[in-house]
């Protein structure tokens, strides 16, 4: 008995390269996972991981008054998180991006 190969119409071929190149693009022009915490509160399970809003009115390395929850709050990205907690990420936006993704350009280190 004889195979049949069934061969692939180009437009099957053309959509499925495009499906590929826009997940490329899409992984090269997203933001890096980020998390607000609180950079005094490092332990050895890393950051503790406080409300955006912090974040979101804070000045990075400007402490906060003693009433807030976050006194010195900050983005962290890229960051393993854990039960509440976040470490081995990066304060520098920048480097979390240069850390790259599929299709990306630049020249990250690969590593934390």
């Known amino acids: 008995m004889a195979e049949k190969r069934r061969k692939l119409r180009s437009s099957t071929v053309v959509l499925g390269g495009m ?3 826009a997940a490329a693009l899409s992984a090269c022009g ?3 996972d980020r998390r607000c915490v609180d950079r005094d509160s490092y332990t050895y399970d ?22 807030s929850s976050a006194r ?3 983005w962290y990205y ?3 998180v854990s039960r509440g907690r976040a470490d081995h990420g990066t304060f520098d936006r920048d480097e979390a991006v240069d850390r790259g993704g599929f299709g990306c350009s630049g020249s990250g280190s690969g590593g934390g």
């Open 72 to 74: 010195d709050a900050a």
């Open 19 to 21: 499906g590929v190149l």
């Open 30 to 32: 997203s933001e890096p």
């Open 78 to 80: 890229d960051a393993d």
């Open 46 to 67: 890393g950051y503790k991981i406080v409300s955006d809003k912090n974040c979101k009115s804070a000045t990075p390395g400007k402490k906060r008054r003693s009433g």
